[in-house]
């Protein structure tokens, strides 16, 4: 095939070739066709995406991504990384050289010196059917044929993002059938911009306008908050006009946008002056009446001349996302967005769950009558009923820093490993690492036969550690914090008869036996055995000057951003287990005096909503190309497996006899070299790690607490087996390989 069908100008886009151009391309040109203004633009086909996934052999490894577990199965964070996998992809893979000179000519010819707008045009992309609006990628200010060419295998990446895919599903759509053509149009740098809706999404007798200063990348981003105008449908009468703060504006930068404070002289003039609203919502009259149907059409304002930008029909199931799809897409955030909610969560969040906390542990629960001991019940559960909401509604989305910071990374370094970024994110201050260390502490004065040492190092660990691994004791530590108060709380015993087996009351302490048994597995290894690490201040400076020096600043925020997110995503769980725990003592205490408690004074769990849709079955759907995960097996059933596929969350290969972990008495008796086997490893669990030759993990996700202390110790981890714990049994001679996220057993 050659060149020009592979880039179709918009004079000659029409319904003939809209399964080649997509549904945006289409829309754009028969606006102009129409009248109505709008940028300049070419259409890049989906022949060229078939054509490059074909000659690259990349539509099989997409297959292979998307094949390793039922879709329908998959947590937050597996689909977040199966996206990020598949993303990497595209960067990794170069066009072809002939498909390169065949897309470079026309591109080169139209947009020399020109910046660029590239944009998704998929087939069946904003139809009445389905809107996929902010499901696929945009890239605003790309200049010059290498961006822009790089640009649109991004745009090709997205078609299979997390977001997309679940649309899919929930549309009864193949994603294996699915294609993608691209729009590259001219950019227009409006002063103002926004959205007008011809009909309201919620009021089909009104219609909605939003605008903001600059580019409206900062409306689609939620960033900037847009002033509203909502009119009566029928006459375009004003009927109440929702003025915002307009303190930021979107603007062009040297390298795609950024986010800028709005000039004084600005901020107290609406984005659209009140002979201008007429025009807008005309706009939009026009669009529905050329499409026959209420249209979405995104627009902008240049030296008073107004542009469409792009136009869609409303959707109904576009703006009600099914069955958690619309918690889930809540938990992707921009960079702006989570600076904000670091900061609350920094300030506010953890600082109110520290104080809870130390507040209720300083009333031991032995001195009060049962009226006293109700009334701390309650309390209690009311301090773990905000430490859950807190969970959810910040701690959670926040995880979303360490994504995007991997995002940006791959995009600059562009590295084989697509979770190369978490090399830099490791090392953080993290209570799990601190409390690993004092552990090794205790093992080298035991490895050097120093008692007393020993004995002063196990009180510390079990003072200062004991409440955050569960041991007893209420302590802890928070993440950028001070030290959790200890003085509510410490550890019983002395530690030179616990450390030399012969104090007899210290020797029955558990959480005395259990942290000395794996120091004393510990000491048995030579000092010092730890996995060599890449420099994670060397990758940091190469990823930090792979930016035009202009932008270097921001990407030092976004790589301590990532860092916080990390940090946090290991920690969480410690604030909100401190609060579970005071609950349950108190919950246990009231057990011991034979008091009835309602069983909505129990601990709350924490519950995410699915992310999946739940669609008819589709014959071929990449989420149900292979058969469901196994059931369970009868009682008493050993199930045999040979090869389990999971997720690949440690580079590296490991060997060793599994130790399936259910308990506490499974970890006491773990052993050097062992592969640690679980449904999930619990912050309190990590303590055994450093043991450890490779982790498996029935619980999925790159963002998950096994998975992040896997990459701090260099450690092969595959996660998201199904039924892990079932499948393989302790004592099994297991490979597991955690660059592909295959276990072998046998």
Request: hydrophobic share 45%.
């Amino acid at each position: 095939m050659t060149g020009p069908a592979y880039v179709i100008p918009q004079t000659e886009i029409d319904e003939r070739v809209a399964a080649r151009v997509g549904g945006k391309a289409l829309a754009l040109a028969r606006m102009a066709r129409a009248g109505i203004v709008v940028p300049s633009f070419v259409a890049v086909t989906t022949d060229v995406y078939a054509a490059y996934l074909e000659a690259t052999g990349l539509g099989v490894r997409i297959l292979f991504e998307l094949e390793r577990k039922d879709f329908a199965e998959m947590r937050w964070e597996e689909l977040w990384d199966a996206a990020l996998r598949i993303r990497s992809l595209f960067l990794t893979t170069p066009l072809p050289p002939d498909l390169r000179a065949a897309l470079a000519q026309p591109i080169a010819a139209r947009f020399a010196g020109v910046a660029t707008v590239v944009r998704s045009s998929a087939p069946g992309e904003d139809s009445a059917g389905a809107s996929f609006a902010g499901l696929h990628e945009s890239y605003v200010n790309v200049r010059g044929v290498d961006a822009i060419l790089e640009h649109v295998k991004l745009v090709w990446a997205s078609l299979w993002s997390d977001a997309a895919l679940l649309y899919r599903r929930e549309l009864g759509l193949d994603p294996t059938r699915s294609v993608m053509a691209v729009v590259v149009q001219e950019i227009v740098a409006g002063e103002r911009s926004g959205v007008a809706f011809s009909c309201h999404p919620e009021n089909d007798t009104q219609a909605l306008l939003e605008a903001v200063h600059g580019l409206n990348q900062g409306l689609v981003d939620g960033v900037v908050e847009p002033d509203r105008w909502t009119l009566d449908r029928r006459d375009g009468a004003l009927l109440e006009h929702h003025q915002a703060e307009r303190l930021e504006m979107m603007s062009a930068a040297a390298d795609g946008v950024r986010l800028m404070p709005l000039p004084g002289d600005r901020r107290g003039a609406a984005p659209l002056a009140a002979d201008e609203v007429p025009r807008v919502f005309g706009l939009a009259q026009r669009a529905e009446r050329h499409f026959e149907a209420p249209q979405d059409v995104e627009w902008t304002l240049r030296r008073n001349e107004l542009f469409a930008l792009q136009s869609r029909p409303i959707t109904t199931l576009a703006g009600k996302a099914g069955d958690g799809r619309a918690a889930y897409l809540s938990l992707t955030r921009s960079y702006d967005s989570l600076q904000r909610l670091r900061r609350r969560i920094e300030d506010e969040d953890i600082p109110s769950l520290v104080a809870a906390a130390d507040r209720l542990a300083a009333t031991p629960l032995e001195g009060l009558d049962d009226a006293g001991l109700r009334a701390a019940l309650q309390d209690r559960k009311a301090a773990h009923d905000r430490g859950v909401d807190v969970y959810i509604a910040d701690f959670i989305p926040f995880a979303h820093g360490a994504r995007l910071f991997g995002s940006a990374y791959n995009d600059v370094v562009r590295p084989e490993d697509p979770y190369e970024f978490t090399d830099l994110l490791t090392a953080t201050p993290m209570l799990s690492l601190r409390r690993n260390a004092a552990l090794e502490q205790l093992a080298a004065c035991l490895r050097d036969g120093d008692e007393a040492a020993a004995a002063r190092a196990l009180t510390e660990y079990l003072t200062e550690f004991g409440d955050a691994a569960g041991l007893g004791g209420q302590g802890g530590a928070s993440p950028g914090a001070p030290m959790l108060s200890a003085g509510a709380g410490t550890a019983t015993g002395t530690a030179t008869g616990a450390a030399t087996g012969t104090d007899r009351d210290a020797v029955h302490d558990p959480a005395r036996e259990e942290v000395l048994a794996v120091a004393r597995r510990l000491a048995r290894r030579p000092a010092g055995l730890t996995p060599a690490r890449p420099d994670p201040a060397e990758r940091a400076r190469r990823f930090i000057e792979a930016h035009p020096e202009g932008e270097q600043a921001r990407a030092a925020e976004l790589l301590d951003l990532g860092r916080a997110s990390w940090r946090l995503r290991d920690d969480d769980n410690l604030y909100l287990g401190r609060l579970e725990r005071l609950l349950t003592a108190a919950l246990n205490e009231a057990a011991r005096r034979g008091l009835q408690v309602d069983d909505d004074l129990r601990p709350r769990e924490v519950t995410l909503p699915s992310p999946h849709g739940a669609p008819p079955p589709v014959a071929g759907e990449a989420g149900q190309a292979t058969p469901a995960g196994p059931s369970a097996p009868p009682s008493g059933v050993r199930r045999q497996a040979r090869q389990i596929v999971g997720q690949p969350a440690g580079p590296g290969l490991a060997v060793g006899l599994a130790r399936v972990v259910a308990d506490r008495e499974d970890l006491a008796a773990f052993e050097d070299g062992e592969i640690l086997v679980c449904d999930a490893i619990a912050p309190e669990m990590t303590f055994v790690v450093p043991l450890a030759a490779g982790i498996v993990e029935r619980r999925g996700g790159m963002l998950i607490h096994g998975a992040i202390i896997a990459r701090e110790y260099g450690l092969p981890c595959v996660t998201g087996v199904p039924l892990a714990t079932d499948l393989i049994h302790t004592g099994d001679r297991l490979t597991v390989d955690g660059y592909l996220g295959i276990v072998v057993v046998g």
